[in-house]
């Protein structure tokens, strides 16, 4: 017969509950017992008191490991250089390089005409300078501008001294000495406007532009070649570019120039060079010390006088120096190229005896 059996205690569910709490506990006690020991005997730098331990997760690495986009701070990719390992070419030119200055008192020469005067010695890279603003001013070289054509037309054979007369057209100049067939040395002394006129035609504007490119004369402007900018004078054989027109230079410049065609680093032909020495040479100074060779230059505005100038070089015992004299519009005042002259030879002399 059957009957229900009495259980004697906990069921098997209720066992296994209370042995599954009592393995956790003895999990528990063993790991803070551990971690206890561990922080006791294996941690020789422990964090300050009240500090949390650092904890690092994956994604963060070491401080001595580098991921491939941070390079070491001492490689460089070619655009991350610093400026200072290849200086912009200018700079480099520049630094070192720029002449000295000395301002100089000159006015008693000029007796209050608006003037400036403009000595550069190359053996101490230096310049004297009166009236400084008004030597870095542009202005047309008007005659002067003959050394550069006849520099050309030397260079060039177009002009050949021993057989370089031209015939004059029979037009009546207001010069008269250009009124009659004349020759190279003649014209340049003379400053004759019309035979420069077929020359500078004949030497061309490509060659005359590459030429003042290279030389760096003033702003190298010749667009107006045939001079119809000139307020003074209507005749097309005694106007270009060079008088009172698109072609200007300051004082300063003028030196420069000087010193580029008749200085050390020239790259004109000897010849050349001393065939126009010898046109540019001032007269009755055979015993000089100080030889200047030079050349004049005026332009007017209207009629009246607004450009005087003397440039050119000195040799000196103590190496060649080159000037220029440039006198502005100053009304009331006799100004011309030959004072403008005047004033150049006495203050080269002078300067030049004295250093």
Known sequence: MGYDKKPNGPSSAKKGFWRLQGLLLMILLLVITGCSAGNKNGNNNPEPAGTAPSIQTTQELPPTIQTT????????????LPPATEPPRETVEDTGTVPAITESDWSGYFDGMNGTAVIYDPDEDQYMIYNQELAETHRSPCSTFKIISSLIALEDGIIEPEHSVREWSGEIFWNEKWNKDIDFHEAFR???????RQIIDEVGADRIQAVLNELLYGNCDISDWEGRLNTNNDNRALTGFWIE??????????????????????????????QLKQVMLVTQQDEAVVKI???????????????????????????????????????????????????????????????
């Open 293 to 355: 060779y030079g050349k004049t230059g005026m332009g007017k505005d209207k009629g009246i006088v607004v450009d005087s100038w003397f440039t050119g070089f000195a040799d000196t015992p103590d190496g060649r120096r080159y000037f220029c004299v440039y006198i502005g519009r100053s009304d009331g005042r006799a100004v011309s190229s030959a004072k403008a002259k005047e004033i150049a030879v006495n203050i080269v002399s002078d300067v030049c005896n004295t250093l």
């Open 190 to 196: 003379t400053s004759c406007v019309w035979y420069y």
């Open 245 to 274: 027109s698109s072609l200007k230079i300051s004082a300063k410049e003028q030196t420069q120039v000087m010193e580029r065609i008749f200085g050390r680093d020239t790259h004109y032909g000897e010849e050349t060079l001393e």
């Open 69 to 80: 986009q941070e390079l070491p701070p001492t490689i460089r990719t070619p655009q991350e």
